[in-house]
């Protein structure tokens, strides 16, 4: 019986120490959105190829997401019009109404906040 609550109490300590561990201050987010600007410099400093580029980009963003608890979740809401169905990170704006334009030969569908040509 003895060992079974030194068992438990073992698990137990470690269980809060790794919570504590877990736990993200503002100091500590603010150092990895730091970290990760300093990351993305180096990515763009012009020096890599765009396939290395590319993947330095996705590896600083990865890491801020872990340092965050992981990614945004994402969120699946309609456009104004009803149109479309649009499948982005929470947070992110929901774009305006479009505008269709059919011809003989093909259908484009231009975007209402679309600067004009």
Known sequence: MTR??????ASGALLVAAL??????PTDLQQAQERHERQLAVCNSGKLPAPEREA???D???????????PPANVTTRTPD???TLVAPAGEPVPGAT?????RR???VVPADAPTR
């Open 20 to 25: 504590g561990a877990a736990a993200q201050t």
């Open 99 to 103: 505008e269709t334009v059919r011809s």
């Open 56 to 58: 330095c980009v996705r």
């Open 82 to 84: 009803r149109r479309a």
């Open 60 to 70: 600083a963003g990865a890491a801020l997401d872990r340092a965050r608890g992981g």
């Open 4 to 9: 079974l609550v030194f068992r438990a109490a």
């Open 106 to 108: 093909s259908t484009t």
